[in-house]
């Protein structure tokens, strides 16, 4: 392949990803003219249509979708075989981004654990940012996530660093109103506070149990979540970092223990990325001293 075609590539990537010439060639540092002309020989050189273009849109075709996926996966791969080739691999500085579930989990246990990391290394600047939705480390140009749940196979690098407990709770107050509950089933009838997922499914063992969520509260933060069952506005379900000190400390009981739930914590990074040792070194230091930490806010 050409150095035409190369930067072809290169001008493609930048025009797929802002939508336009004109924004592409201003953060891009090549001038509109030239992107239309690299692009339009890349198009000729692969004998397909990678845009769409009108004078007031501009969209990518089917085969462009698909090309930009790929391209962009190999230039991720690119530039990281590039950087491990110039990295001195005792030295630990550089960049490192990280993407993290948000809410207490991100703010009081991970991020904790990435200041003081940066602390004992100066040297590496760790950009963190939390979201509630799973990003993707490849195209989103992520070293390192922290995931929750089952990992699908693939590729990438995983390590499990701990298994949260997802418990169903209330307050004494609020379960002193209506009959005991022995049953998921039961739930159904009782207000209940809840997320973004607004069907419970409640395993225990074999048996699974789904609770279609027709009335309650919806809050999409888990503090706030916390605080409804606190002041006796229903039952939720969250996860034990969330709620443990309270159940202890009798502010929240717990209902149908029987069926709570493990979900998995791992951190996830692309291969060439984990053969960076300023990424292994944080992977590393937040699976050292996350038990610790945890045990900290489950004891309140």
């Not at 699908?152 to 701990?162: E, V, Y």
């Not at 609020?174 to 997320?195: C, H, M, R, T, V």
């Not at 159940?247 to 914590?265: A, C, F, K, M, Y």
Request: hydrophobic content about 40%; glycine content about 6%; overall charge neutral.
């Amino acid at each position: 392949m050409n150095n035409i075609s190369w930067r072809g590539i290169r001008a493609f990537l930048f025009v797929a990803e802002h939508g336009s010439f004109t924004t592409a060639a201003e953060v891009s540092g090549f001038s509109k003219a030239n992107l239309s002309q690299l692009v339009t020989e890349l198009e000729r050189s692969l004998s397909v249509q990678l845009l769409h273009r009108t004078t007031r849109q501009l969209r990518l075709t089917e085969v462009g979708k698909g090309y930009y996926k790929r391209c962009k996966r190999a230039m991720s791969e690119l530039d990281g075989a590039a950087e491990w080739a110039s990295q001195s691999t005792d030295e630990l500085k550089g960049k490192i981004r990280m993407n993290s579930v948000g809410g207490l989990l991100g703010e009081e246990l991970i991020a904790p654990l990435v200041l003081s990391f940066q602390q004992a290394h100066p040297e590496v600047q760790v950009n963190l940012d939390f979201s509630s939705v799973r990003v993707g480390l490849i195209e989103d140009h992520y070293d390192l996530v922290l995931r929750m749940g089952s990992l699908p196979d693939s590729s990438l690098i995983a390590r499990r660093i701990c298994a949260l407990t997802t418990r169903y709770i209330a307050s004494p107050e609020f379960l002193a109103q209506y009959p005991k509950i022995n049953s998921p089933e039961d739930l159904q009838k009782l207000p209940l506070i809840y997320g973004s997922v607004d069907n419970w499914v409640m395993k225990r063992g074999d048996q699974q149990s789904v609770i279609h969520i027709d009335k309650g509260i919806k809050i999409v933060s888990g503090r706030v979540m916390h605080s409804a069952a606190i002041s006796g506005l229903g039952i939720t379900r969250l996860a034990d970092v969330y709620c443990q000190a309270d159940i202890e400390q009798g502010r929240l009981v717990e209902v149908l223990p029987e069926w709570s739930e493990q979900t998995d914590i791992s951190l996830v990074c692309p291969p060439i990325r984990h053969q960076l040792t300023r990424v292994q070194a944080l992977m590393n230091w937040i699976a050292d001293h996350f038990n610790e930490r945890y045990q900290q806010i489950l004891r309140g």
